[in-house]
């Protein structure tokens, strides 16, 4: 089966969309139930490693990624939305592929043979997939917000991933086909600090205030994210007196196509990002 005519797919949330991200995970699961396709979550699934895990310990980062692949049904692609969760997944994956020794651990630590056929994909590539532009084309629900992406680096920077796709341009081709309009600046790429954030958070506060101070002298309404680290990372390490409200892209993907559960999401959020879209006329209902 192809992928665009996929209708099921296998689901990696990653710690982050589990925790502290999950208003995140709960728009993505509300959005991909309306468009009628399954995420099916793995089971009993285990951290990806992360940036903690690969920079100490390189077998361990392998054997963590080996152990969610070993969850993965035969017959479905696994889909990831966090783009360290995607990375350290992509790399356990070609790394055990290309290497017999690898295989050989692979296939006697968890009993069953490796899937070289396993397409695991990130989910840009899914929205692409559900034909995500056209189905939410007539909402025009954002037509007075304006906004500035905001990627991080880590999708913009994969390492031994091959053929790896550059999903620049997606957050702006979908927030287009809703009626938003994209404002330029140039820290859509930039690093929030990642897990310095845990280590050395003084450090970080000042990367995150300079993207915040740059998206406000933009003019923009709001930011919109595709990492959820990076969202937690700039909402709560900005210490700047003004803050513009933080998007999760599926949050307002989810909005188009009717959910009426953001309340429980925004509730999550440090800044509350309902009074913008309310007066921007994207809901119709009274606070």
Known sequence: MKLYEQKAYAYFPGCSLATSAKENNKSLLSMTKKLGVDLIQLPDWN????SSTHSIN???AIDLAGRNLSLVPTNLPLVVACPSCYIRLCQGYYQIKESKELRDKYEEMWNKPFNDDLKIIHLFKL?????IKNRIANSKILKDISYVPYYGCMLSKPIDIPKEENYNGTIESVMKSMGAKHVEWSSMQKCCGTFLSVTHPKSITPIVNNIITEAIDSKADCIVTACSMCHLNLEIRCDLGKKLPILH????ISIALGSKSYKKWFARHLVDPYPLLKEKGVFDDVA
């Open 127 to 131: 929205l692409e997939n559900m034909n």
């Open 47 to 50: 951290c990806c490693g992360s």
């Open 249 to 252: 892209l599926t949050e307002l």
């Open 58 to 60: 390189h077998g361990l």
